[in-house]
């Protein structure tokens, strides 16, 4: 079991930012952040592939960033430049498996945190 807390959400104007952090019990292979809004499936946001790389969904690439903290198991997005359409619960995810390119479906991640929402007024 992969326990995950996520924090940081919260409301901001357009084009503010806000870095959310997620907490897990361990690192995982493939560690990721999901969006979703009321009546839409949950997307991925950006993920990262332990011994890979990090990859980001087209609608956030250049504004939001993922970085780890080496030994501290933690996980953070830095959101920036946010936009009414990044209104969403925000959630953390982890699966053990070793994947050369961890997936961006939600569906392959079998450990979720409870999420954090974020909500961006114009």
């Known amino acids: 079991q992969v326990h995950l807390v996520e924090s940081g959400g919260g409301s901001v104007q357009s084009g503010g930012t806000l870095r959310l952090s997620c907490e897990a019990s361990e690192y995982a292979g493939c560690m990721a952040w999901f969006r979703q809004v009321p009546g839409k499936e949950r997307e991925g946001v950006g993920i990262?592939?332990?011994?890979?790389?990090?990859t980001y969904a087209d609608s956030v690439k250049g504004r939001f960033a993922i970085s780890e903290v080496n030994g501290k198991d933690t996980l953070y997005l830095q959101m920036n430049n946010l936009q009414q359409e990044d209104t969403a619960m925000y959630y953390c995810a982890a699966d053990r498996r070793i994947w050369t390119d961890c997936p961006m479906t939600a569906r392959d991640y079998k450990y979720w945190g409870q999420g954090t929402q974020v909500t961006v007024s114009s």
């Open positions: 990262v592939t332990r011994g890979g790389g990090i």
